[in-house]
């Protein structure tokens, strides 16, 4: 498969500072991407995409950030909560193919309060 | 967002029995669906994609005579975990994605915990 993965596999942050979670991506051809919150015990739950076309989106407390030069992408959380403890997946959408997701190792964020 | 739900959230069986999970989109019509596995502390890792009316696609190393999927509907697939063994236990997920245009948004399910004993 593709190779997602990320920088840093824990993080932690104290209640009211951003939090930047980090992921790089091996397949240039890869087109869209997306952030995912997995709480315990439930599923990823989307949280924001981007298309390979932009270089910032911005949700909710949350920025994108992706970097098609160094093939890297980042999700920034502003003001972080204990609700934002969960652990984040990067993934890719490959343009060719079955035209499926590939998953990143994940990182886990726990929010100091 | 869309919903998608799953069926049982939890489920402990025997060692040989088989189990069926199942997979709904409450709110959309799902053209695709997809399994995947998910162990301790790790990631999500496909196990197959089933398009409604056809064969599911199955990845590399997955038995597709031991995870029986069916896409009878838009709104409904099943796996089954046939003949399972402790090692098949592990945390499922299914997803569903409304349409097979390149960057269409999956939804995931909660997840089905599943264990053998």
């Known amino acids: 498969g593709e190779s997602v993965g990320l920088h840093l596999p824990t993080l932690s942050v104290q209640e009211g500072d951003n939090s930047i979670i980090n992921c790089a991506y091996s397949?240039?051809?890869?087109?869209?991407f997306i952030w995912y919150k997995q709480e315990s015990g439930k599923g990823p739950q989307f949280i924001i995409d981007i298309r390979s076309n932009m270089d910032k989106r911005q949700g909710q407390r949350v920025t994108v950030l992706l970097n098609k030069t160094v093939k890297h992408l980042s999700l920034q959380i502003a003001a972080t909560q204990p609700g934002d403890s969960a652990v984040y997946f990067c993934?890719?959408?490959?343009?060719?193919?079955?035209?499926?997701?590939?998953f990143g190792t994940g990182t886990r964020l726990t929010v100091i309060p | 967002g869309a919903v998608v739900s799953q069926h049982p959230s939890r489920v402990i069986c025997k060692s040989g029995t088989s189990v069926k999970i199942e997979c709904r989109s409450l709110d959309f019509q799902a053209t695709t669906m997809f399994w995947y596995r998910q162990f301790p502390k790790q990631s999500l890792m496909l196990m197959a994609t089933s398009n409604e009316g056809s064969k599911a696609t199955y990845e590399q190393g997955v038995e597709k005579d031991k995870f029986l999927i069916n896409h009878a509907s838009l709104t409904l697939s099943t796996l089954t975990v046939t003949s399972a063994h402790p090692e098949d236990s592990s945390f499922y997920i299914c997803?569903?994605?409304?349409?097979?245009?390149?960057?269409?948004?999956?939804?995931f399910g909660p997840g089905t915990r599943l264990l053998v004993l």
């Open positions: 397949n240039s051809a890869s087109d869209y």
């Open positions: 997803s569903a994605r409304a349409g097979q245009g390149h960057g269409e948004t999956q939804y």
């Open positions: 993934a890719e959408n490959v343009q060719t193919g079955a035209n499926n997701l590939f």
